[in-house]
């Protein structure tokens, strides 16, 4: 069973970083694509950034583009988001996702079938 926690999230400052971590303990195959959404308060849970399952392929919103990175590290059963150059209007809570099959990176929450239980990213101005 797929069991994701994510970890990383807290308060910074403009311009400064977050690395949030999302660790499966479960038993997610190293193929399965894998990904980070967000979700303001009063908006739509949204895409933010997914990695094929070896990680040779990754997609991003255009809004957080040349900001983010996301990474994997399958001996580890672990991915990551690196958030750099943080702005107020990336405030939201951060969920890691893992499809249970197929290989597209989906921008649509709806394909994939696990979550964790978000972890909180807060950017003062």
């Known amino acids: 069973q797929v069991q994701l926690v994510e970890s990383g999230g807290g308060l910074v400052q403009a311009g400064g970083s977050l690395r949030l971590s999302c660790a499966d303990s479960?038993?997610?195959?190293?193929?399965?694509?894998m990904g980070w959404f967000r979700q303001a308060p009063g908006k739509e849970r949204e895409f933010v950034a997914g990695?094929?399952?070896?990680?040779?392929?990754?997609n991003y919103a255009d809004s957080v583009k040349g900001r983010f990175t996301i990474s994997r590290d399958n001996a580890a059963n672990t991915v990551y988001l690196q958030m750099d150059s943080l702005k107020p209007e990336d405030t939201a809570v951060y969920y890691c996702?893992?499809?249970?099959?197929?290989?597209?990176?989906?921008?649509?929450?709806?394909?994939?079938?696990?979550w964790g239980q978000g972890t909180r990213v807060t950017v003062s101005s």
């Open positions: 990695i094929s399952g070896y990680g040779r392929n990754t």
């Open positions: 996702a893992a499809r249970s099959s197929g290989i597209v990176l989906s921008l649509r929450w709806d394909d994939y079938a696990y």
């Open positions: 479960g038993r997610t195959s190293s193929r399965n694509v």
